[in-house]
Each structure stands twice: as C-alpha cells, then as structure tokens.
C-alpha cells in the first residue's frame, strides 16, 4: 500500500511539473513583445498614405486556443518589422514594388512567403493569423476585404521588433 500511495506521489509530480514547465513555455512567448509609442500607434492607424512610397501594414488578427499564445516576427524584405502577438501590427514604410513577406514562429517555424506588388503612394495590409478558426497552420495572405484590413490595424496595438 504505501508503494502504490508513492508511485501516485510521483507520477502527480512529473504531472504537475510538466504542466508547470508547459505554462511557462507559453506565457514566455508572449513575453518579448514591445510596443511603439501611443502617438506612433495613433498616426498610423490612420492609414495614411506615403507620398512615392508604399505604407505596408503587417496585422495579426485576434486569435483563441491553440496559436494565441505563440509570437510572430513579422518579416519583409529579409528585415524584422514586429514581433507580432494577436491583436497586433507592425509596420514599415517601403519602395513600390515586390517585395516578400513571412512570419516566424516561436516556438515553431516560417510561414510560406507572400508577394505583394506594391504601387507609390499606396497602403498594403498583410494578414497574419492561424487558418481553420486557430486549429490550423500560421500563414500570411491578403485579407478577404479592405474593411477587414483597415478594422484589423484599428481595433490592433502597434508591435515593433523585440530585442534578442
């Protein structure tokens, strides 16, 4: 009997430790993201256009479950911009033409890449989010419309890239 009351004890220890050591995992994803200024924050939801150049917005939509906790670096042109929670934009200010965005992952890895053209005096918003409702995979895509674009950098708080 008391063998059995041990071999509990224990297996309820490697248990709670590793829901412990898990937790810690995924609060210390969400931990590294920074933040721009409010004024900074204020001005580009605006959405105002840069005469000759492109304003690329990258914004992540809010996400539930699986995918929530995990931060995304969002990259263009082989250069950070933001490290990317949900609810989250980032933001760069690019010459017209294509230019290559992904995200990665941490914990995980990179997304496909996406192409966008870009013309001068143009605002581009890239969508960062988990495809299947937030079952799915990370993916950057055009969203379904420019409502949804613009509401998603509104309703979103500005993320520059995080220190290493």
């Known amino acids: 009997m008391f063998l ?95 230019h290559e965005i992904y995200v990665k992952r941490s914990p995980g890895g990179d997304s496909g890449i996406l192409k966008v053209s870009s013309q001068p005096g143009e605002v581009v918003i890239v969508w960062v989010g988990m495809t299947g409702g937030g079952f799915g995979v990370l993916t950057v895509d055009q969203f379904s419309s420019k409502a949804d674009a613009e509401q998603c950098v509104r309703s979103a708080a500005y993320a520059i890239p995080a220190d290493s």
């Not at 994803?29 to 204020?42: F, L, W």
């Open 4 to 98: 059995k009351l041990t071999e509990k004890s224990t297996t309820m220890r490697v248990q709670l430790f590793t829901f412990t050591a898990v937790l810690a995992l995924a609060a210390s994803g969400c931990a590294t993201v920074q933040y721009g200024g409010k004024d900074t924050e204020a001005k580009l939801q605006q959405l105002t256009p840069v005469p000759n150049k492109t304003s690329l917005y990258v914004c992540r939509e809010s996400a539930a479950f699986f995918g929530a906790g995990n931060r995304t670096t969002a990259v263009v042109d082989g250069q950070p911009i933001g490290t990317l929670k949900p609810a989250n934009f980032a933001h760069t200010v690019v010459a017209p033409g294509l």
